[in-house]
């Protein structure tokens, strides 16, 4: 069998008995003994010639570049530019066989679609974590974000409190896409940036309550919390007070500051 240059990932899943496999193609003529269930897997833009001596049976599964790196750089904290795909022949792994068959087994269910992602998802994630392409999948260094940076997005935030702030906008104001930001803002600040957003809405909270006498639900709505009632529950979620009780106790010059995360 020609194989043309792939635009995909391919995953393979040998079927109908033992057989031995040979590819002919960079790097030369390599040949395996592959048992059923095995795995096989080939890179985006490889093209091979295939000789199959022994029953012929497989499944395919082709899989998008970008998703597969975007996937591995989420799931292992890696450069989602600088994934590669290993590729194999003929690789026994119970694990992924069970996975594919899963994927297979799953095709008459009425949700098959979302189920199948669920299960095409942890195949590639164990493929990521056990397949080798001259060594391991390299653990690349963690992004760190520059005190500037960082500066540059929390300043965003407290600009933009009564607006929805999503992953996309702070990763946009940073210059990272998001799948870096993300890492890489926890990793410097020591929290995702969503709670880092929830921090900043009840510090605004807070110092409008102490320092001036808003109605409530105009605060919760300045601070972006969207309505009364969920600002009173996540308020006192984090500092042991209803937003009242809390002005209450601060012009009575009590100390709060013991209850609050």
Request: some cysteine; charged content about 25%.
């Amino acid at each position: 069998m020609l194989q043309p240059p792939l635009d995909h990932h391919l995953i393979v899943l040998h079927e109908g008995g033992a057989k031995r496999v040979s590819r002919e193609g960079a790097g030369g003529r390599k040949t395996a003994e592959v048992s059923a269930r095995s795995i096989t897997t080939i890179e985006v833009g490889s093209s091979y010639r295939w000789t199959t001596e022994g029953p012929v049976g497989f499944s395919h599964y082709y899989v998008a570049p970008d998703y597969f790196a975007n996937l591995v750089a989420t799931t292992f904290d890696r450069d989602p530019s600088k994934v590669s795909f290993a590729e194999t022949i003929g690789r026994a792994d119970p694990y992924s066989a069970n996975i594919f068959e899963l994927i297979l087994s799953s095709r008459d269910d009425p949700n098959w679609s979302a189920i199948a992602q669920h299960y095409a998802d942890a195949l590639l994630v164990r493929l990521a974590a056990t397949s080798h392409w001259d060594g391991e999948f390299v653990r690349f260094r963690r992004v760190m974000l520059a005190p500037h940076v960082v500066r540059r997005v929390r300043d965003f935030i407290r600009a933009n409190l009564e607006q929805r702030i999503t992953l996309d906008d702070m990763a946009a104001v940073a210059g990272y896409s998001r799948f870096h930001f993300g890492r890489a803002f926890k990793q410097t600040t020591g929290m995702p940036p969503y709670a880092y957003v929830h921090q900043e809405r009840l510090a605004c909270a807070r110092d409008l309550l102490e320092q001036t006498s808003l109605p409530i639900a105009q605060i919760a709505r300045q601070c972006g919390f969207g309505s009364h009632a969920y600002f009173s529950v996540r308020f006192r979620d984090a500092t042991g007070l209803t937003p009242a009780e809390y002005r209450r106790a601060r012009e009575r010059g009590g100390d709060t500051r013991s209850r609050e995360s």
